[in-house]
């Protein structure tokens, strides 16, 4: 036997693996690496996070991903040669974390990389008749495994869309194993460029579970900061905070056909981006609309699309208990609108369920991982767009 997969099967057979869960999201504000320690699997998962970090990206680097990123043409030799800088990159701030948190690399068992996403093109985005849905993720997973020397997984979408679903949102899987609770009916709500939720009903039946893609969370307010206040993102809601929502404005963004769809659903910045907030504005004649007025508009936009998707699915006195997780959810303004639009339901984060709500998404990579090695594909019946299987492709270091 290759002396690598026999690393690989001793390894998934220990009693407690050290998986390093990695995201680097649509807002691209650097990769979260999560090392955790994991026991057994399914839903006797017993995960802890033993330390988190959110690894920083250069304004240079940043500038390469996003010459690339969500656009329908872009340099093909940049894609290919992003694909291994990427993965170098990762690898090498992997390294760099493990150095300050005092371990060795041959500790860690496994790697789990989201890599980062560079289009999204679900068929009712892209809505050619003979194509399937389709996604794309870069930072091959090889080159993270030979700079580190660790088993990592990665690719981790691939097989959601060979198995019929759209790619997105996988929080379903990760939120079921570590987030269920009997008799409790909870709403996972994760902020980050684009807002999604799990709902996780108190019966634990996994069947009953639905996860769904509901609109714009951060991805439209931090690309217009970046544009025209020249900064990251709003910090604490101070430019929406001085502006005034406009009713025009909003109504022109919250007319869109994907709010129409059908749950579940996807979609990502190759929709809602600055072009598509230019269309709203010239159709609802705000184009000269001052600055924080469009801030403050763009937060409206999306606590409305968040609530209206909450109060479609459970009804108009929608009444749960939600966990929020993400970006979002450290936008004061944008929580305040959320809690007055959904007044019977509990705002808390997942900080109440023992689980960084910054590294959420990185630790639903390495517990995704951690199915692939030692679980077997959850039971979601016949549910659309979750199909039941294990994701991830291992990569080995030599």
Not at 304 to 324: L, Q, V
């Amino acid at each position: 036997m290759n002396r690598q997969i026999q690393k690989l099967y001793s390894k998934a057979g220990k009693s407690e693996r050290l998986i390093i869960g990695l995201m680097s999201g649509t807002s691209m504000d650097g990769l979260d690496i999560a090392l955790c320690s994991v026991k057994k699997s399914g839903a006797e998962t017993d995960i802890r996070v033993l330390r988190f970090k959110t690894g920083d990206y250069t304004d240079d680097f940043r500038a390469k991903i996003k010459a690339i990123f969500s656009k329908k043409e872009v340099d093909l030799q940049s894609v290919c040669l992003m694909n291994a800088h990427i993965a170098n990159v990762h690898a090498q701030l992997i390294n760099e974390a493990l150095k300050e948190w005092e371990y060795q690399n041959e500790d860690i068992d496994f790697i789990a990389s989201h890599g980062q996403t560079i289009f999204h093109a679900p068929k009712s985005l892209h809505k050619l008749a003979d194509y399937p849905n389709g996604t794309l993720q870069i930072g091959d997973g090889d080159h993270i495994a030979i700079k580190t020397g660790i088993i990592t997984l990665s690719d981790f979408r691939q097989k959601h869309l060979a198995a019929g679903g759209e790619g997105a949102p996988l929080a379903v899987y990760g939120d079921y194993l570590m987030f269920s609770k009997a008799g409790e009916d909870r709403v996972m709500l994760n902020i980050g460029g684009i807002a999604n939720f799990t709902y996780l009903p108190g019966s634990t039946d996994a069947s009953e579970i639905f996860s769904t893609d509901v609109g714009p969370g951060n991805t439209l307010m931090d690309q217009y900061m970046q544009k025209y206040f020249n900064q990251f993102y709003d910090k604490n809601a101070s430019i929406a905070l001085a502006g005034k929502v406009n009713p025009e404005l909003l109504s022109a963004l919250l007319n869109c056909s994907f709010f129409e769809l059908d749950f579940p659903k996807t979609t990502g910045p190759e929709l809602f981006n600055l072009e598509y907030l230019l269309k709203a504005q010239e159709q609802s004649s705000t184009t000269n609309l001052g600055k924080e007025d469009v801030m403050a508009t763009l937060c409206h936009f999306s606590a409305e699309t968040i609530a209206n998707a909450i109060k479609r699915c459970f009804g108009e006195h929608a009444k749960s208990y939600i966990f929020m997780s993400g970006g979002g959810m450290h936008n004061p303004l944008l929580v305040q609108l959320l809690q007055a639009r959904l007044p019977f339901c509990k705002f808390l984060s997942t900080e109440d369920l023992n689980i960084n709500p910054d590294a959420k998404e990185a630790v639903l990579f390495a517990v995704l991982a951690n199915e692939t090695l030692c679980g077997e594909p959850i039971n979601f019946g016949n549910r659309q767009g979750v199909p039941s299987v294990c994701m991830g492709k291992i990569s080995l270091p030599a």
